[in-house]
């Protein structure tokens, strides 16, 4: 399979720990994207990588977050000091740079803290 | 700034009635359009997108959409809803000067009785 993957598909933490997700995108895209999705809510901003530098970052994205992309290819998203307000779907998409801005997601990780 | 509205997040259709899904969007450059269906627990699937060009847009499983810009609207329609239909959708609007970021409505809730 060549589409973009995330690590792992689920992760229940307890409030306080720290978590990390891996993202995969698809090989030749240098464009990655970070969404957080909450139940019954649509997909929301929360950064994007050009290659490996980190160009836009949403107002979402708190201290507690840092998302890293060091060799322009996988990405890491972390959350320090889990609280329950972060529970949500964690979404990965990569782009080619194309003009139509189609963006390809991955299936998601899943967070719950306890 | 972008933004999308989903009007209705529930949508209850009979199958084989017409399915529309409305949304309207808010954009200060010439926007690219895009609906993507989402079924549980998955990620975000590309149905249609709208670029440049034929206001009418063709997509997968027998989905389409109009760009209306007198409107500000894309709504999705299909002509006979099947079973397999029912997802969540999302509407959404890229914005070119940020990378292509994806703004994404609160998304509809397709339900098909039999």
């Given at each position: 399979d060549t589409g973009v993957s995330q690590d792992p598909r689920h992760k229940i933490t307890k409030r306080g720990q720290n978590v990390t997700f891996r993202c995969d995108p698809i090989s030749e895209h240098n464009r990655l994207y970070w969404y957080r999705q909450t139940l019954g809510q649509g997909p929301e901003f929360l950064t994007y990588f050009q290659n490996e530098a980190q160009l836009e970052k949403s107002r979402l994205l708190s201290d507690r977050f840092s998302a890293?992309?060091?060799?322009?290819?996988?990405?890491?998203?972390?959350?320090?000091?889990?609280?329950?307000?972060?529970?949500?779907?964690?979404?990965?998409?990569?782009?080619?740079?194309?003009?139509?801005?189609?963006?390809?997601f991955g299936e998601g990780s899943r967070l719950t803290v306890l | 700034a972008q933004s999308v509205t989903q009007l209705g997040s529930h949508v209850s259709v009979s199958e084989g009635a017409l399915v529309l899904l409305r949304c309207n969007y808010s954009s200060s450059v010439p926007p690219y359009l895009f609906w993507y269906v989402q079924y549980p627990n998955q990620g975000l699937q590309l149905l249609l997108k709208y670029t440049t060009g034929a206001t009418l847009v063709k997509g997968i499983n027998g989905f389409e959409a109009e760009f209306k810009k007198s409107e500000t609207s894309f709504h999705l329609t299909k002509p006979s809803a099947h079973m397999s239909d029912a997802a969540e959708y999302f509407c959404a609007v890229s914005d070119a000067n940020a990378g292509n970021m994806l703004t994404f409505g609160g998304g509809t809730r397709l339900m098909v009785k039999p």
């Open positions: 890293e992309r060091p060799k322009g290819s996988f990405s890491t998203l972390e959350i320090q000091r889990t609280e329950q307000g972060d529970s949500a779907m964690y979404l990965c998409a990569s782009s080619g740079g194309l003009a139509s801005g189609e963006l390809f | -």
